[in-house]
């Protein structure tokens, strides 16, 4: 089963951030905006709309099962709507996951929840994680994305 919302047309490439079934603001959204754009450039890719959703382990376990027939939690799971070079997709991140990851790995907050963004922006730019030379070329992309951040 795919998951494709119905939106109308896209009349100006964004990026936009909301929430589902939480309460979660996201700080610096314009430095973050920015930096997400910068990444995308830096992959020679195109915006067209990326909306990053944040939510509960629940709503995300919800997708994963529905869409992708995973009984598991995760951090993230992202929907393309496009292929490379366009950019065009649904970013859903579970803040619970990422709050328990940041702790597990001895990171801030900020920093993991950064890391998981810019790792649906890569999957969107058409890396994957897959295998182990996958996920260390997706690990290094992340770290360098980081770096331009922090």
């Excluded at 919302?5 to 920015?34: K, S, Y």
């Excluded at 629940?58 to 929907?79: A, P, V």
């Excluded at 496009?82 to 900020?110: C, H, K, W």
Aim: aromatic share 10%; with cysteine; charged share 30%.
């Amino acid at each position: 089963m795919s998951f494709q919302p119905d939106f109308p047309p896209i009349e100006e490439p964004g990026i936009f951030f909301t929430a589902e079934e939480i309460e979660f603001e996201l700080e610096n959204e314009t430095e973050i905006r920015h930096w997400l754009e910068k990444l995308i450039e830096q992959e020679d890719k195109s915006l067209r709309l990326l909306n990053f959703i944040f939510c509960s382990d629940e709503y995300l376990l919800r997708l994963n099962i529905e869409y992708l027939d995973h009984d598991t939690l995760t951090d993230i799971i992202t929907f393309h709507y496009a292929t490379p070079p366009a950019i065009e997709g649904d970013v859903f991140i579970s803040i619970d996951r990422v709050r328990e990851n940041a702790l597990l790995y001895n990171v801030a907050f900020e920093q993991e929840l950064c890391r998981v963004m810019a790792h649906g922006v890569l999957h969107l730019c058409g890396y994957g994680d897959k295998t182990e030379a996958e996920a260390a070329v997706m690990r290094q992309k992340e770290a360098e994305a980081l770096e331009r951040l922090l």
